[in-house]
């Protein structure tokens, strides 16, 4: 080929080219967003929401809760496990990069080669730099660029999502534990009462006042008490266990003293917009799955159309190694190369009706993960100012069961009813006190969920105004 067709034929490539780029457009992104108060009726594009806080649980204000979130970060190995996931899909993203830039090649080779009849034999020599380059004409490789960049983005979502669930799991065991420990304050309380009152029990008996059943009766409510510690502290000590390994160390290595304060209680808002839930990690990974898809079809979509491959080639060839670099012993050699599949049984029609299949599940899955969302935000929601209701009667029952045991004791030590309606108005009392604790302790936990399902504190009043509108 001369010199001048190869210039034409680099024009007429370069032409094609700059001609092709707008014959196949990537292929537009389906509507995604949130479902309208109808639910089952058109979904609303998304809209700009207030970035999540990541230090969400500073709401509880506890400092020991803090250190331990940041421990959890630097020492979950699941959390590690998915940073190394993000690390292979930046190695896919640049695998696929890769594929927009020519490939250079250096090859040194040596040959033997014998001619018949006459028995000549010679070596040869050569060292040569082959380039390929395929064009991106249809967009095939800027595609696959898309769909890794989006995976990877994905994957990033996914991380962001492991580390709110594993941070939520850690609040909410520390709940747990700090709940456990006014548990074990209460019974620690109730058992030095209900020792008291065996021994008062027992003296009375020693003088004939009261039978040998009420001091049967006063063992068994303190041996009852006893066994509910015992099994309690079993409780917290699994509880700091838990604790120890989402921080990444051995179970008995997290040593957490006692407290007996509640958590200062969050305050929730009166409105909260839905459109806060596009900042879940889980719904952003899911959006961007979508996009990968997509980016997926058109890939399949430039399948139909020919590869154009610029290819060229240089180097030295003699059957001297001495002498091989020199203007005498070069070659070289350029050229296009256009293939296009003729025949391929429906392959590629498949492999585009996949890709579509693919896409289209992705986006259910998508709206899955939004109505799942909403549904926890609503749960979570209801259960919350539900159990600040429910707390505030649990309360009022525990005042009453107190006053229900002074009066129950003045007349037992009147004489004027047995020993076991005393047991029966502290066993009600304690129950009413845990009770107490219990829905407390609900109600954080329900916060926290809500708080996980917010991806973060909610807004200050003014700015989930705004979102709302």
């Known amino acids: 080929m001369s010199l001048v067709s190869t210039h034409r034929c680099v024009l007429f490539c370069m032409a094609l080219l700059l001609t092709a780029c707008g014959w196949l457009k990537p292929e537009p992104m389906p509507a995604l967003g949130l479902p309208t108060p109808a639910a089952i009726g058109p979904w609303q594009s998304a809209t700009q929401v207030p970035a999540a806080d990541p230090s969400w649980w500073q709401l509880f204000q506890d400092p020991v809760l803090d250190d331990l979130q940041r421990q959890l970060v630097l020492g979950n190995h699941n959390l590690q496990a998915m940073a190394a996931g ?27 080669s014998e001619n018949t009849p006459a028995t000549v034999t010679g070596t040869n020599y050569s060292l040569s730099a082959p380039v390929s380059w395929e064009l991106d004409l249809w967009g095939r ?21 492991a580390r709110l669930s594993a941070q939520s799991t850690l609040v909410q065991t520390y709940l747990s534990l700090r709940s456990a420990d006014q548990q074990l304050a209460v019974l620690e309380l109730a058992v ?75 305050e929730l808002p009166a409105l909260l917009s839905t459109a806060l839930l596009l900042r879940r990690p889980d719904v952003a990974a ?39 670099v020199g203007a005498s012993n070069v070659f070289w050699s350029v050229g296009p190369t256009l293939v296009q599949s003729v025949f391929d049984g429906g392959l590629r029609r498949a492999a585009r009706a996949d890709a579509m299949a693919a896409r289209d599940a992705s986006v259910a899955t998508y709206r899955q993960t939004v109505l799942t969302a909403m549904q926890e935000l609503e749960d979570n929601l209801v ?45 009600s009392e304690l129950s009413a006190e845990r009770s107490l604790i219990d829905v407390q302790t609900r109600r954080l936990v329900a916060i926290n969920a809500l708080l996980k399902n917010l991806a973060g504190r909610w807004p200050e009043p003014d700015a989930t105004a705004a979102a709302g509108k």
């Open 86 to 112: 993000v690390r292979q899909a930046q190695a896919a993203v640049g695998t696929a990069q890769s594929s927009l830039y020519p490939t250079v090649n250096a090859n040194l080779g040596v040959s033997r």
């Open 141 to 161: 490789v800027s595609g696959l660029n898309r769909a890794a960049d989006a995976r990877l983005q994905a994957s990033r979502e996914d991380l962001s999502a």
């Open 192 to 266: 030095q009462a209900y020792e008291k009152s065996l021994q008062l029990t027992d003296y009375r008996y020693q003088a004939g006042v009261v039978s040998a059943a009420d001091v049967a009766q006063a063992q068994l409510q303190l041996q009852s008490a006893e066994a509910q510690r015992l099994d309690l502290r079993t409780q917290r000590a699994q509880l700091g266990h838990a604790l120890a390994v989402l921080l990444g160390q051995p179970p008995s290595a997290l040593a957490l003293g006692v407290r007996t304060q509640a958590l200062v209680v969050p």
């Open 286 to 324: 899911a959006e961007r799955r979508v996009a990968a898809a997509n980016a997926q079809v058109g890939v399949t979509q430039a399948a139909f159309f020919p590869a154009l491959t610029l290819s060229a080639n240089a180097g030295y060839r003699n059957q001297d190694f001495g002498s091989l």
């Open 383 to 427: 259960a919350a100012a539900q159990l600040a209701l429910q707390a505030q009667v649990q309360a009022q029952a525990l005042q009453a069961a107190r006053r229900n045991l002074s009066i129950t004791d003045a007349q037992y030590r009147a004489g004027a009813v047995s020993y076991l309606a005393v047991v029966t108005a502290q066993t």
